[in-house]
Each structure stands twice: as C-alpha cells, then as structure tokens.
C-alpha cells in the first residue's frame, strides 16, 4: 500500500543554499548594513531586498553588501513582499521574511533549521518572551492579541503573533496564491496556512528596538491606528471568503428548480404589500426570494427554460403589486402632453391644470414641483399614455425593457452568471413590482457597454464606436446621470488627435438629448430641470457621505457643491484612467456608479439597480448584497406611514444595514483585485 506523502514534505537534503531571504526595505540605510552582515555571517548569501521607495541610500547600501536589490515604488508591505517573490530561482524552497530596521534577533535563526524537517510554516513569537512584551508597545501588544485572538474564533488555531520573522516553505507560499499588498499581508499568510492545513510552529523569539530610522507603524498613533484598521478589515474579508465557501458547498447542493421556485415564492408573497406601512410584512417575501437569490449564485446553472421560467413568472407574479407613487407622476405628465401641456412649464398642483385631474391625480406626489425626468423619458411617458393612463401598461413597458437587458447579459455571459440580474429581488421590486422606469436606462446603458466593449480585443472599428456613444447618448436622454461617461468615449479620441472622430463622438453622444429636448424648448428657455424647487436643491434620503458630512458640518444640508465638486474630480479621474486604457467601460461605468451613489445627497432603493448589470462581469459581493439590504430604505415610507409627526430621516441602523454590506464588499473586491505587476527592475 503506497504511503501517503504531506504535499509540502521536505526533500531528502535541506541546506542554507535551498533559503531565500526576503526585506521589505524602505530608508533604512541605517541598520541595514549590519542586518545583512548578520544574515551573512550564519551562511545565508541568498538575500533580495526590495526597495520600497527608500530616498536614503538603502538599495546602494544593499547593493554593496552583496544582496539582490529590486526596486517597487508603489508603497506597501504586502506588494513589496510579492515583488520580491517574483522570479526567484528554482533551487529555493524556503523563504525567510525579516525585518531591515534591525529588531529581529537574527542569532535565533538556528532555532527555525532545526524545525524544518517537521514543519512548514515557523514563526517567531515577540509575545513569548519578557523583552519581546516589553518592547512592543502596548497598542502593538493590545492589537497582537486582539487579532491572534479573532484568528482563533475564527479559524481555530490561535497564534501568539503577527512578527515579521518568518520561514515558510516555498511550495505552501505559491499555494496561497497571496493578494494583500498592504499591511494584511503577514494576517492573511497565517490564515491561508490554517486553512491549507499546514504544520505550524511559533518559537520565543527576542526583539529589540529598532536601531535606527523611523517607524513607519509603531512610531506614530494615527500609524498604528491604521495598521489596526488594515488588519481588521483584512480578517474581516478572509472569513467573509470562508463563509462564502461554506454557502458555495451548500449552494452546490441545492437544486436550481428549488433556488428559483424560492424566488418566485418570495416575489408572490411581497407581491400583496405595497402599501408603506406593510414593510414588515414585505421584509418576509424578500427574504425568502432573497434565500433562493444567494443560493444561485454559487449553485448549479439552470437550463434556459428554467432561467427563463423563473425570470418571467416572478415579473408577472410582481405585476399586480401597488405601485410606488412616482409612477402617478408618469401617467400625469404623459397625460398632459398628449392635452397639449408641457410638463417643464407646469406644475401638477397648477390651477390651469385642475379641469384635467383625474381620479387618481391625488397620488402625484411633489405635486408642487414641475417635470425632473429628462426629455426622452417624457416622450416615452407621452406614448404610453396615448394607449391608456394605465398603470399595467407602464408596468408593461418597463418589465419589457428589464427582460431585453436579460437577454442582452445572457447572452454576453451565460444563465448562470446573468441569475445576478435577473433572479435579483432588487430587480424584480424595482421595476416589476414598483413600476420605477430606471430599466428603461439601464437597456440602452448595457448596449453602450457592449458595443464599447466587444467580445474579442483589438482595434474597434469607428462603427462601433458611434453606436455605443449613441446608446449612452439614449440613456442620458432618458436619466441624467450618465451624461459625465460620455467623457469616457470622447477623451481617448481627443488624447489621440482625432478631431474629426472626437466631433463626431460628442455629437452623437449629446443628439438624443437635444433632438428629444427640442419638443420641451425655445430659443430663450429650456426648462428642463426646476433647479430652484427646494425638494431638487437640498433633498436628502439614505445618504451615505452627505449624511457623514452633516453630522460634522451641519450647514452642508442646505450646500450640494461639495458632492459636486467630490463627485467631479473622481468622475475627471475615471475619464484620465480611460485614456490611459487602464480600465474598459464596464468597470468605469461601475466605478463611476458607486462614486455616484456614495457622494449622492438623495438616494432612493431602485438606484441601486443602476449597479447590478455591472457586477455579472465583475462579481463584486458588495453589489450582490447591497441588491438585498437596500430594502432597507423602505424604513423611510414605513415611518411617514405609521408614525405620527415623523420626519424623512433615516435611523442609524437602518442605513447601517444598507451601506455597510455594499462598503464591505467594495473593501473585499479591493483585496480580490491587486494591481498588475510590471516586471522587475534589478539592480
């Protein structure tokens, strides 16, 4: 019977020659001299230093004593490490990772040959030892403990430290497949060593001070404050990783029949509960849909006719739901138009008007405040109302822009990842249940992101281009607020010299928008937005930075030029990124978005809908599960429904539950995603 081998079982021989020394080096010219000559001195001659951004002669130092020096720029502890584990010969099996400041005891070095036959992962413990405590200040000592303390809650193995110095065997590393390039770094090799089964050992090592330089974390509060932070959220991401494994294994098991009979079951039990002060009762039909809705996304793929079965049956269950009020704004102003009405020019409350109401006028809500819907919508607002001002023909004509996106992901990606949009709860209240037109915008959105985005790369003929510029010109003349990605189009033409196509591009972005304006429009007004409406000016719900903001600065609830002016610079920032081609339209448009949303002083649910064709490319959890806590806001209508005198403010917990998955999830795809690696400059 053949033995089973531990797959980071040692060779016959282990020799010096077979390690690898690794530090992360910036300014340190001060000790790291003597560090090299330490390391030198017990036979270890395989030394890299990678410089990270030193300004004081550390690489030189290095470069004189015999070690390998590679420089990263780009600061960070974690993407010095990965740096340096580039390209490292063959012969290597271990790496040891130490400190250049000068406080790791380097003559204990001894102490961690003499484990490698039995172990694959040795660490030193400052904390085991007197002068290794007494070193340590007691943030580090409290932050130490605080997290080897969470690493056993929630892993089961509890370290003593989080130490620099360490020796682990080159084929564990490249397993881990490590992607922090901060301060997490040594957080998550210890976890992933837990989680991959690894022998650990920790050794009582001494510590010192450093002996010269600056600290770049301990030294300061606000250093260490940061460090704590990077750790924590970093521990937070890898059991969050742990946990969607576990629900993946689960999802597996579930039939797609019974995730998607889940969602339909949900939308048919939200579909009674449209009134504002059923929340309570609503909250249960989400959860159930929302069940099935997790399940899907690490289950098995359904067949198309499952797919579809559930995407349709769970839209027209929805259908007969109450619709939110903004969809009495709908049919009101195309009814007017087609009457001979502009609805820019007249408020639904105005007295011209009131021979026109009708039965269902009182529902308008803002009666005091004239059209805010861009043109285009209001001309698709003044079509459906000439076949009826009814409210399942809205419904209709929204559901069947929703489905079309459907088609148009499914057959970019596939069923199984297209589940995210259309077995989403969000979705499915949004524009099914509600009545909101939003997917009337997304449509011609994801056919601007497809056209700019073709499946294969290469060279995009100018054909294509025009076309999506035209879709996203479509989609802002229906929704203002995807007109700044024009300038994601229009600037890598500019940057290139290409007049004639850069005139084009803006023309074709901006003709939906003035040919659907001009019906609305003279030559001395264009009442397009009522910019001097106090509701337009100074309306807040469920913000996110705006509501931070007021609780520092009280007088931002009646300024928006400071979102404005936020908002501008990282939308010119995602521009300048386009001209670079460091990112496609998809990812832009979703980077563009959630700035939008986070900086945004008036947040409604269904905006989040605007996100969700994004994350099928991208996966990003935040979207997937802010598509859930987003019914959250709904704490809102529940409060003016059923407490007397109640304003429309958010209560803290109700808007933490809404932001903090979403903001989570931003922070997770951030580790997920590591900025590419050019290769090495060596000395």
Same mark, same amino acid.
């Given at each position: 019977?053949p033995?089973?081998?531990h797959p980071?079982?040692?060779?016959?021989?282990?020799?010096?020659?077979?390690?690898l020394?690794?530090?992360?080096?910036r300014?340190e010219?001060?000790t790291?001299?003597?560090?090299?000559?330490?390391?030198?001195?017990?036979?270890?001659w395989?030394?890299?230093v990678?410089?990270?951004?030193?300004?004081d002669?550390?690489?030189?130092?290095?470069?004189?004593?015999?070690?390998e020096?590679?420089?990263?720029p780009r600061m960070?502890?974690?993407?010095? !490490?990965?740096?340096?584990?580039?390209?490292?010969?063959?012969?290597?099996?271990?790496?040891?990772? !130490?400190d250049?400041?000068?406080?790791?005891?380097?003559?204990?070095?001894?102490?961690?040959?003499?484990?490698?036959?039995?172990?694959?992962?040795?660490?030193?413990?400052?904390?085991?030892?007197?002068?290794?405590?007494?070193?340590?200040?007691p943030?580090?000592?409290?932050?130490?403990?605080l997290?080897?303390?969470?690493?056993?809650?929630?892993?089961?193995?509890r370290y003593?430290?989080?130490?620099?110095?360490?020796?682990?065997r080159?084929?564990?590393?490249?397993?881990?497949?490590?992607?922090?390039?901060?301060?997490?770094?040594?957080?998550?090799?210890q976890v992933h060593?837990v989680?991959?089964?690894?022998?650990?050992?920790?050794?009582?090592?001494?510590?010192?001070?450093r002996?010269?330089?600056?600290?770049?974390?301990?030294?300061?509060?606000?250093?260490c404050?940061q460090?704590?932070?990077?750790?924590?959220?970093?521990?937070a991401?890898?059991?969050g990783?742990?946990?969607?494994?576990?629900?993946?294994?689960?999802?597996?098991?579930?039939?797609?029949?019974?995730?998607?009979g889940l969602?339909?079951?949900?939308s048919?039990?939200?579909?009674?509960?449209g009134?504002?002060?059923?929340?309570?009762?609503?909250?249960?039909?989400?959860?159930i849909a929302?069940l099935?809705?997790?399940?899907?996304w690490g289950?098995?793929?359904?067949s198309?006719?499952?797919?579809?079965?559930?995407?349709?049956a769970?839209?027209?269950?929805?259908?007969p739901?109450l619709?939110?009020?903004?969809?009495?704004?709908?049919?009101?102003?195309?009814h007017?138009?087609?009457?001979?009405?502009s609805?820019?020019d007249?408020a639904?409350?105005a007295t011209?008007?009131?021979?026109l109401?009708?039965?269902?006028?009182?529902?308008?809500?803002?009666?005091d405040?004239?059209?805010?819907?861009?043109?285009l919508?209001?001309?698709?607002?003044?079509?459906?109302?000439?076949?009826?001002?009814?409210?399942l023909?809205?419904?209709?004509?929204f559901?069947?822009?929703?489905?079309?996106?459907c088609?148009?992901?499914?057959? %970019?990606?596939?069923?199984?990842?297209?589940?995210?949009?259309?077995w989403?709860?969000?979705i499915?209240?949004?524009?099914?249940?509600?009545?909101?037109?939003?997917s009337?915008?997304?449509?011609?959105?994801?056919?601007?992101?497809?056209?700019?985005?073709?499946?294969h790369?290469?060279?995009q003929?100018?054909?294509?281009l025009?076309w999506?510029?035209?879709?996203?010109?479509?989609?802002?003349?229906?929704k203002w607020?995807?007109?700044?990605?024009?300038?994601v189009?229009l600037w890598? !033409?500019?940057r290139?010299?290409?007049?004639?196509l850069?005139?084009?591009?803006?023309?074709t972005g901006?003709?939906?928008?003035?040919?659907s304006?001009?019906?609305?429009?003279?030559?001395?007004? !264009?009442?397009?937005?009522?910019?001097?409406?106090?509701?337009v000016?100074n309306?807040?719900?469920?913000?996110?930075?705006?509501?931070?903001?007021?609780?520092?600065?009280?007088?931002?609830?009646?300024?928006?030029w400071?979102?404005?002016?936020?908002f501008?610079?990282i939308a010119?920032g995602?521009i300048?990124?386009?001209?670079?081609?460091?990112?496609?339209?998809?990812?832009?448009?979703?980077?563009y978005?959630l700035?939008?949303?986070?900086?945004s002083?008036?947040?409604?649910?269904?905006y989040?809908?605007?996100?969700?064709p994004?994350?099928i490319?991208?996966?990003?959890?935040?979207?997937?599960?802010v598509?859930?806590?987003?019914?959250?806001?709904?704490?809102?209508?529940?409060?003016?429904?059923?407490?007397p005198?109640a304003?429309?403010?958010?209560?803290?917990?109700?808007?933490?539950?809404?932001w903090?998955?979403?903001?989570?999830?931003?922070?997770?795809?951030?580790? %997920?995603?590591?900025?590419?690696?050019p290769?090495?400059?060596?000395?």
């Open positions: 019977m033995t089973q081998v980071f079982l040692p060779r016959p021989s282990t020799t010096l020659d077979q390690v020394v690794l530090i992360p080096v300014n010219a001060a790291l001299g003597a560090v090299l000559q330490a390391l030198q001195a017990q036979g270890l395989q030394i890299r990678v410089d990270n951004g030193s300004t002669g550390s690489a030189q130092i290095a470069v004189a004593a015999g070690a020096v590679i420089r990263e960070g502890y974690g993407q010095a !490490c990965w740096t340096g584990l580039q390209g490292i010969p063959e012969t290597v099996e271990w790496v040891l990772f !130490c250049g400041d000068g406080s790791d005891d380097l003559g204990q070095l001894a102490d961690f040959w003499a484990l490698q036959a039995d172990y694959d992962f040795i660490l030193g413990d400052r904390r085991a030892t007197p002068g290794g405590r007494a070193t340590l200040t943030v580090q000592n409290f932050g130490n403990g997290a080897t303390q969470l690493m056993g809650w929630g892993w089961g193995h003593g430290d989080l130490g620099p110095l360490r020796l682990i080159r084929s564990a590393l490249e397993a881990m497949q490590m992607r922090d390039r901060g301060f997490g770094w040594t957080v998550e090799m060593a989680e991959q089964g690894l022998r650990i050992a920790e050794i009582p090592v001494n510590y010192r001070l002996q010269g330089g600056e600290s770049k974390i301990s030294g300061t509060l606000s250093g404050v460090a704590g932070i990077i750790i924590l959220s970093t521990l991401m890898l059991y990783q742990r946990l969607g494994r576990q629900w993946q294994a689960i999802a597996q098991a579930i039939p797609p029949w019974l995730s998607g969602v339909v079951l949900g048919l039990v939200m579909m009674p509960f009134r504002s002060e059923q929340v309570l009762e609503l909250w249960g039909g989400v959860a929302g099935g809705f997790g399940l899907s289950g098995r793929s359904p198309q006719v499952g797919f579809w079965g559930v995407a349709i769970a839209r027209l269950v929805l259908l739901m619709p939110n009020s903004d969809i009495w704004r709908y049919l009101w102003e195309g007017i138009q087609n009457l001979g009405f609805p820019y007249i639904p409350n011209v008007l009131e021979p109401r009708t039965a269902w006028w009182f529902r308008i809500n803002h009666a405040v004239s059209a805010i819907y861009p043109p919508t209001q001309l698709g607002f003044r079509l459906l109302a000439s076949l009826g001002p009814s409210v023909v809205f419904k209709l004509a559901v069947a822009a929703d489905l079309a996106v088609a148009l992901l499914c057959r %970019r990606f596939g069923t199984h990842r297209t589940l995210i949009y259309a989403n709860p969000l499915l209240y949004s524009f099914a249940g509600r009545g909101h037109y939003d009337w915008f997304i449509l011609p959105l994801v056919l601007a992101w497809f056209a700019l985005e073709p499946r790369s290469g060279s003929p100018a054909r294509s025009l999506g510029t035209l879709m996203l010109g479509i989609s802002t003349a229906i607020v995807s007109l700044p990605l024009l300038g189009i890598p !033409c500019i290139q010299h290409q007049w004639r850069s005139a084009l591009v803006l023309l901006l003709l939906p928008l003035l040919l304006a001009a019906p609305f429009c003279q030559l001395n007004a !264009c009442p397009l937005v009522p910019i001097d409406s106090g509701f000016a309306g807040r719900s469920a913000e996110l930075i705006p509501y931070i903001l007021r609780l520092l600065w009280p007088a931002s609830q009646q300024a928006n400071p979102y404005v002016l936020a501008g610079g010119l995602l300048l990124r386009a001209g670079k081609g460091a990112m496609g339209f998809g990812a832009i448009a979703q980077s978005f700035a939008l949303l986070c900086l002083p008036i947040i409604h649910l269904w989040f809908t605007w996100l969700v994004f994350a490319a991208s996966g990003h959890l935040g979207i997937r599960w598509s859930l806590s987003a019914f959250a806001y709904l704490i809102l209508p529940y409060q003016q429904a059923t407490l005198n304003n429309w403010a958010m209560p803290l917990p109700a808007r933490l539950i809404l903090l998955p979403l903001l989570v999830g931003i922070i997770g795809q951030w580790h %997920r995603s590591p900025q590419p690696q290769p090495n400059a060596n000395l």
